[in-house]
Antibody, heavy 119, light 112 residues
């Protein structure tokens, strides 16, 4: 069974940093685009970042550009999200999401990890 | 950024009746005249979202055939025929023709 297991969430002060990890298993991790999608408390879904499995290209939503960095280690089947200069608006559950086909077919989602930015 | 607008934002349906959710984009989601990158996801309470429909009208593996998607260009519809109690949750459309990927606001489906 395909699994995506996020970790690394927690409470951080505004301006702080956090690194999220997503451990993938039971599929060929390297051949898939991987994404982070977040959901603020009581809010809808917001796509955050993508790491293209073929090209290594990375894409971000404007609100995190320059602050967040998505990376991956295919040897460890792990996706990362380095988050710097965090603000209260970044408070959310962060989901690791597999894209099959590279065009938004988000067919596997992790359970999410909660990031809370608060003083 | 492509804006996705869903209507209604909530609906209450009697079991066995049908329900429809509209999703409109402010740009065409048709790519190279071939594929249209519009998806539907359902988020049940306390769970991550799950894929229902990809590329407008294709049901994902395991999705009951009472779920159907239709539309083209900028106007799309998710229809649930014979609504069941397990269909309760929030439905989101999403476009992926351009970055950033963007979701609709979500439509909350309740059972009467």
């Amino acid at each position: 069974e395909v699994q995506l297991l996020e970790s690394g969430g927690g409470l951080v002060q505004p301006g702080g940093s956090l690194r999220l990890s997503c451990a993938a298993s039971q599929f060929t991790f390297s051949s898939h685009d991987m994404n982070w999608v977040r959901q603020g408390p009581g809010k809808g879904l917001e796509w955050v970042a993508r790491f293209n499995g073929d090209t290594g290209l990375r894409d971000y939503v404007d609100s995190v550009k320059g602050r967040f960095t998505v990376s991956r280690d295919n040897s460890q089947n792990t996706l990362y999200l380095q988050m710097n200069s965090l603000t209260v608006e970044d408070t959310a559950v962060y989901y690791c999401v597999r894209d099959t086909g590279g065009w938004g077919r988000f067919d596997q989602w992790g359970q999410g990890t909660l990031v809370t930015v608060s003083a | 950024e492509i804006m996705m607008t869903q209507t209604p934002l909530s609906l209450s349906v009697t079991p066995g009746q049908s329900a429809s959710i509209s999703c409109k984009s402010n740009q065409s989601l048709l790519h190279s005249g071939v594929r249209t990158y519009l998806y539907w996801y359902l988020q049940k309470a306390g769970q991550p979202p799950q894929l229902l429909i990809y590329e407008v009208s294709n049901r994902f593996s395991g999705v009951p055939d009472r779920f159907s998607g239709s539309g083209s260009g900028t106007d799309f519809t998710l229809t649930i025929s014979r609504v069941e109690a397990e269909d309760v949750g929030i439905y989101y459309c999403m476009q992926s023709i351009h970055f950033p990927r963007t979701f609709g606001q979500g439509t909350k489906l309740e059972i009467q």
